[in-house]
Structure formats: C-alpha cells, structure tokens
DNA sequence: CCCTTATTGAAAATAATTATCAATAAGGAG
DNA sequence: CTCCTTATTGATAATTATTTTCAATAAGGG
C-alpha cells in the first residue's frame, strides 16, 4: 500500500479516518456507498465521521485509488483501483466486483468511433454486469 | 412516436405528464436529470408536478423508451433512446449525448472476458467522453 | 516536544428521492 | 357524447443523501 507516499507526495496527511476507508474497501469485495463504508467502520469499532468518509473518497478518487462503479439501478458505490485503466465486471447475484483491462478490441472500437462521429475520444466508461461463477452453479442447484 | 402503443399494450395510459416528459426528451441534445426536466416543462408553461416527472422517467426506463446516462463527476441524467441496444458518446464540453453501436469488437471483447473470467456476462455499460467535432474547432480558436 | 496547518467531526443547511392520499382525468362501455 | 372505473396526478410530508461551516484535533516536519 503506497498510500503514504501517494499522500505525502502531495502535502496530505496520513490520517486515521483514510486509513480505515482504504482497509474497508480493501477487504470489501464489492462497491460500497458512502453510508456503508461509514457503518462497517463504526461496527469495527472505528468510530470515524460519515463526513470525514465522503471526503476521503473525494480524495482517494483523484488520485486514482479508487474508482465509482455504477449499478445498474441503485447508483455508484466505490472499489479500490489498481494503477492504470481498469473496467469492472459486477455479479448481478453477489455483487462481487472484479477488475479487468480493456485491450486491442476495445481500442479499435474507441477508434472506430472516433473515425465514425469526429469525436476525440479521451474517456470512458465500461461496465459489464452479469454472474460469477459461484453465483452460477447456486443458481443451478436452486433449480 | 409509438409511446401511444407502447402505453396501451401495457394497459396504461397516455397522460399529459407523460407527453410532456417525452417531448422535452426528445428535443435535448443533453442528458436531463429529473429535476431539469421538471424546470423546463414549467418554464415551457407545463405545470406539471416534479413527482410525476420521477415516476414518468421510472416508466420510461422500464419500457426502455428512455436511459440513464452517467457523467464522469455527476450522476446519470435520462435520455431519449432508440430501440435496441446503444450506448452513449458524451461531449465533456457542450454535453451533447449522441448514440453508437458496440459492433464486433465489443462482442469479441466480451467473450473474451467471459472465458477469461468464468462470469456468465449478460449487460453492459459503456459509454464514451470527449469532444465533439464543434467543441474541438471552438477549442482551437480559443488558444 | 512544539508549532503549523491540514484534517476532523458535530451540527446545520441543502439537495435529491420516495411515500401518502385525496382529487383528477384517460379512455372504454353504453 | 356522457358516464364510470381506475390509473395517474400533484401537494405535502417524510426520508435519504450530500455539502457547508467552523471550532477542536492531530499529523508530521523542525
């Protein structure tokens, strides 16, 4: 965890309230709101301020240690992001999220469609939703 | 627009609430959330409830007549959608939405993931930022 | 160990969304 | 065209989410 530095590097403090946000999402393997990160920290005993959480997510998202995931109803929720451009695939079931890249194919396409509509195209957001594999045979059995 | 049809199928009816929240759909280029929606039908002298603007989006979405678009900082805004299955191109500049197709290489990119990944991947989200053609020139002449 | 100042946390202010329920109006039946 | 049924509306209130404010605290360099 490099936090430290991150932090430093720019002035900021390692502070507790960052410290357990990182460990929450850390060990979380699904997006988490603002309120449940709050609500894991308070019943871990860590009694931190639910402000304090939504500012640390500010934080944590530009530098890019953490990135929203969207639902697809209910609105984002926030993972913990390894360095450099990532999607997620989230369980419709668990709402487990894990990470993966984009690749060749997505590039073609991002140039295909710059090509189609003359947009410059500097960013983007995928999302793939759908079932893990635990969730799949679950599913099998209930049947 | 079949919205008539669409309605009656359903057993529900074409209200003015409803006319209204289409056609101010229609006529944007941008993404709308509830609440901008319900100020331009007041400002157009439709005086509908903004209640009625949330449940009518909700409406929408489910009969896939609208989407929620989401901004990178803000949340989802509602758009006008065509049938079958788009995604969105947003202008970081002027917010025009405009649609594309995910093509091939999305389709190869998702059976990619899917074998890598073991998940059964049955939605996606993907959306795209930039510039338009007009913001760029407009960006050319500022500097 | 002290000092500076970034950061916190409590409370209040704002904004967004949802629930409630009597009043209204869509649209089929006659 | 008018009546009747019932889906739908809109005003208000309730709930939930987020942001602001500011005095008190604590990180970490000197």
Redesign the pocket.
């Known amino acids: 965890m490099d936090l430290?530095e991150r932090?430093?590097q720019e002035?900021?403090?390692?502070?507790?309230?960052?410290i357990v946000v990182m460990s929450i999402l850390n060990e979380a393997q699904v997006p988490l709101?603002?309120?449940s990160i709050h609500q894991r920290a308070v019943v871990g005993g860590e009694?931190?301020?639910?402000?304090?959480v939504?500012?640390?997510l500010?934080l944590l998202a530009q530098l890019a240690l953490v990135r929203r995931v969207h639902g697809r109803d209910d609105?984002?929720g926030y993972v913990l992001a390894s360095p450099g451009h990532h999607h997620h695939l989230v369980c419709r079931e668990c709402e487990r999220a894990i990470e993966f890249t984009g690749g060749d194919d997505l590039s073609t396409l991002l140039q295909r469609i710059q090509r189609q509509t003359g947009f410059e195209v500097d960013d983007h957001l995928l999302q793939l939703y759908g079932l893990c594999p635990d969730c799949q045979t679950h599913q099998n059995n209930k049947e």
Do not use: A, E, F
Not at 11 to 18: A, I, S, V, Y
Not at 47 to 52: F, K, P, R
């Open positions: 430290q932090l430093n002035g900021l403090r390692l502070t507790h309230p960052r709101s603002p309120q009694d931190i301020g639910l402000v304090s939504y500012r640390t500010d609105c984002h």
